[in-house]
């Protein structure tokens, strides 16, 4: 299947724990052409203490790696925006509004993490105010979250109150437990897009052709176009995730 969309994942170089240099960059975009995609947002992280490059410094390498790629056969072909994993704190509306933090492809949605051991209440909490502040939150990789796997209810809460769900393409075969419920999730149709998360070419790399003809072929065609094109086309677009 091509035609695939990845819309987390930390290729910008030298500015975050992924891709150390260009060098790598280039090489990530050359496997994510070669697993199908033709479109990736990348997120760099923002984590105040830890990895927090200036918006500046990030828009300079994601545009000096769109004129790099251009050269390359493979990676010139996969269309390039930007985005942000925010790192989730009280003042990360501040952060957003004063722009120190991006949005993904400058619309109203942002790419959220938090603490793998967070609390589900004070997550609650974090999505509540993004929401209040006119951001439609999506949780990064849903299934790290130790309180929120398994509990299904309490995710479908959450969405009802406007957020959005994001698993990493490898969750499909990560332990028991996690793949057990990540595939709840999907058959209930709580997901609503599937990423690489990708770090670099080796470990953690920009997987995602296996885990789209899985969900094509598991939960049918539609869901998959759903995940993998439609719902990404609508933060390109800044409209609404049905």
Same mark, same amino acid.
């Given at each position: 299947?091509?035609?695939?969309?990845d819309?987390?994942?930390?290729?910008i170089?030298?500015v975050?724990?992924?891709?150390?240099?260009?060098?790598?960059?280039?090489?990530m975009l050359?496997v994510?052409?070669?697993?199908?995609?033709?479109?990736? $947002?990348l997120t760099?992280h !923002?984590h105040k203490?830890y990895?927090? +490059?200036?918006?500046?410094?990030? *828009?300079? @390498?994601?545009?000096?790696?769109?004129r790099?790629?251009?050269?390359d056969e493979k990676?010139?072909?996969?269309?390039?925006?930007?985005?942000?994993?925010v790192?989730?704190?009280?003042?990360?509306?501040?952060w957003?509004?004063?722009?120190t933090v991006?949005t993904?492809a400058?619309s109203?949605?942002?790419?959220?993490?938090?603490g793998?051991t967070?609390d589900?209440?004070?997550?609650?909490?974090g999505?509540?105010?993004?929401?209040?502040?006119?951001?439609l939150p999506?949780?990064?990789?849903?299934?790290r979250?130790?309180?929120l796997?398994g509990?299904?209810?309490f995710?479908?809460?959450l $969405?009802e109150?406007?957020? !959005?769900?994001q698993?990493?393409?490898e +969750?499909?075969?990560g332990n028991? *437990?996690i @793949?057990?419920f990540v595939k709840k999730?999907?058959k209930?149709?709580?997901?609503?897009f599937?990423?690489?998360?990708a770090?670099?070419?080796?470990?953690?790399a920009?997987e995602?052709?296996?885990?789209?003809?899985y969900?094509a072929?598991?939960?049918g065609?539609?869901?998959?176009?759903r995940l993998?094109?439609?719902n990404p086309?609508?933060?390109?677009s800044?409209?609404?995730?049905?």
């Open positions: 299947m091509t035609g695939l969309t819309i987390h994942c930390h290729v170089p030298g975050d724990d992924g891709a150390r240099d260009m060098d790598k960059s280039v090489a050359r994510m052409y070669d697993e199908g995609i033709r479109r990736a $947002i760099p !923002y203490g990895m927090e +490059a200036d918006v500046d410094t990030i *828009r300079e @390498r994601f545009d000096k790696l769109r790099v790629a251009q050269g990676a010139g072909r996969i269309e390039l925006y930007l985005g942000c994993e790192y989730y704190y009280p003042s990360a509306i501040s957003l509004e004063d722009g991006l993904m400058g109203d949605y942002v790419l959220t993490e938090f793998f967070l589900k209440h004070s997550i609650e909490d999505i509540t105010n993004l929401i209040n502040a006119g951001y999506i949780i990064a990789h849903i299934e979250y130790e309180n796997v509990d299904i209810d995710v479908d809460g $969405i109150k406007g957020a !959005y769900v698993i990493n393409a +969750a499909l075969k028991f *437990r @793949r057990r999730l999907l209930n149709q709580m997901v609503h599937v990423a690489t998360d770090h670099g070419v080796g470990h953690r920009p995602l052709a296996k885990a789209s003809k969900i072929k598991k939960y065609e539609d869901y998959h176009d993998f094109s439609v086309s609508r933060i390109l800044n409209e609404y995730v049905d």
